[in-house]
T-cell receptor
Framework: QKEVEQDPGPLSVPEGAIVSLNCTYS??????FMWYRQYSRKGPELLMY????GNKEDGRFTAQVDKSSKYISLFIRDSQPSDSATYLC?????????FGSGTRLSIRP | DTAVSQTPKYLVTQMGNDKSIKCEQN?????MYWYKQDSKKFLKIMFS???????INETVPNRFSPKSPDKAHLNLHINSLELGDSAVYFC??????????????FGEGSRLTVL
């Protein structure tokens, strides 16, 4: 079992829709949880990070962590074609960051 | 001015050859990493260096040898290339040793194809 599991998609939604991306994890020691966005042929870039359980909002993006169920979510409101990318969830374990396999998201104009 | 730059961007080579990928960061970070991303987009850490000292060495064949001449540079040398080495290799850096806040800065990747 991978430490961080993520549905690879692809996920295709119309412009303006609310997008929900999810991950599960197995290691209770994880404390920091991240979402990275990766455009085609580019390196991943950090979108948001959350410490422990709770919500964090940044513009149209909301990250949510539920440590009791080991569930990580990213919500995108009013989705735009420019949001089309692969989204990778990740969690911190001791000295390294473990990534999910990424969900490919496509926003249709 | 690129923060994390790696060269070459594309590399096509024959099985059995030896190749190197270079990485440089101008962010003043102490920690640098090599990650491998396979065709399914799964990103897996290979090595991590903090101020020229190796701190993470995942289960990677010893054909892969990282070298850090100074804290701004981390190179990756691969001997006797195999078909399974085909992937995108990403260099990254972080401010803190463990990358505890999760903020890694990635280069654009080096796409290696082994024929």
């Amino acid at each position: 079992q991978k430490e961080v599991e993520q549905d690879p998609g692809p996920l295709s939604v119309p412009e303006g829709a609310i997008v929900s991306l999810n991950c599960t994890y197995s290691n209770s020691a994880f404390q920091y949880f991240m979402w990275y966005r990766q455009y085609s042929r580019k390196g991943p870039e950090l979108l948001m990070y959350t410490y422990s359980s709770g919500n964090k909002e940044d513009g149209r993006f909301t990250a949510q962590v539920d440590k009791s169920s080991k569930y990580i979510s990213l919500f995108i409101r009013d989705s735009q074609p420019s949001d089309s990318a692969t989204y990778l969830c990740a969690a911190n374990s001791a000295s390294k960051i473990i990534f999910g396999s990424g969900t490919r998201l496509s926003i249709r104009p | 001015d690129t923060a994390v730059s790696q060269t070459p961007k594309y590399l096509v080579t024959q099985m059995g050859n030896d190749k190197s990928i270079k990485c440089e960061q101008n962010l003043g970070h102490d920690t640098m990493y090599w990650y491998k991303q396979d065709s399914k987009k799964f990103l897996k850490i290979m090595f991590s260096y903090n101020n020229k000292e190796l701190i993470i060495n995942e289960t990677v064949p010893n054909r892969f040898s990282p070298k850090s001449p100074d804290k701004a540079h981390l190179n990756l040398h691969i001997n006797s290339l195999e078909l399974g080495d085909s992937a995108v290799y990403f260099c990254a850096s972080s401010q803190d040793r463990e990358g505890s806040t999760g903020e890694l800065f990635f280069g654009e990747g080096s796409r290696l194809t082994v024929l």
